[in-house]
């Protein structure tokens, strides 16, 4: 019994963000925001002043992260190559940045708080870009190669 109270929240939170993920296209924050080149260092030090009290200050998330805590959210997850940061495109990482979790999921109809704030009042588009290049910098070769296909994949599906 205890297994399944926590299941079926994990489980429709799963289902409705793999929906979600499903069904946007490259969402017109991301993409109207790409910016052109990425400041590591800078992304670095804002990722320690802004980021790093929940996921960590290397990268590694909460302990058990993928168990949801009493009140239902997520801990934080890993942003290195252990979490699943890196197997979504820059524009739903970018957007789950700026305007946060509870705020781009109810966007899709979906009503679920993960527990991740949004930063549009904290940080610039440029800011929020250095951090996730920051981010991927620290991933190896091969995990930065299927990130980048898949964010060429999701902006080719945004041109259409």
């Not at 490259?26 to 009290?53: F, K, P, Q, T």
């Not at 789950?96 to 940080?123: I, N, W």
């Amino acid at each position: 019994m205890r297994y399944l109270v926590w299941s079926l929240p994990i489980t429709v939170a799963a289902a409705a963000f793999t929906y979600w993920l499903s069904t946007s296209a490259s969402s017109d924050v991301g993409s109207a925001s790409r910016a052109e080149s990425y400041d590591i260092e800078e992304g670095a030090l804002l990722y320690a002043e802004n980021c790093a009290s929940c996921h960590g200050a290397g990268l590694e998330g909460q302990p058990e992260w993928r168990t949801p805590g009493a009140d239902g959210r997520l801990p934080a997850p890993p942003h290195d190559e252990t979490g699943h940061t890196w197997h979504h495109p820059d524009s739903l990482l970018f957007d789950y940045t700026k305007l946060g979790g509870a705020a781009l999921l109810a966007r899709q109809g979906v009503e679920f708080d993960s527990g991740m704030p949004g930063f549009a009042d904290v940080l610039t588009d440029q800011q929020i870009h250095n951090i996730l290049a920051f981010i991927r910098s620290t991933w190896p070769d091969r995990i930065r190669e299927v990130q980048a296909a898949r964010t060429e994949a999701d902006e080719q599906r945004g041109e259409n």
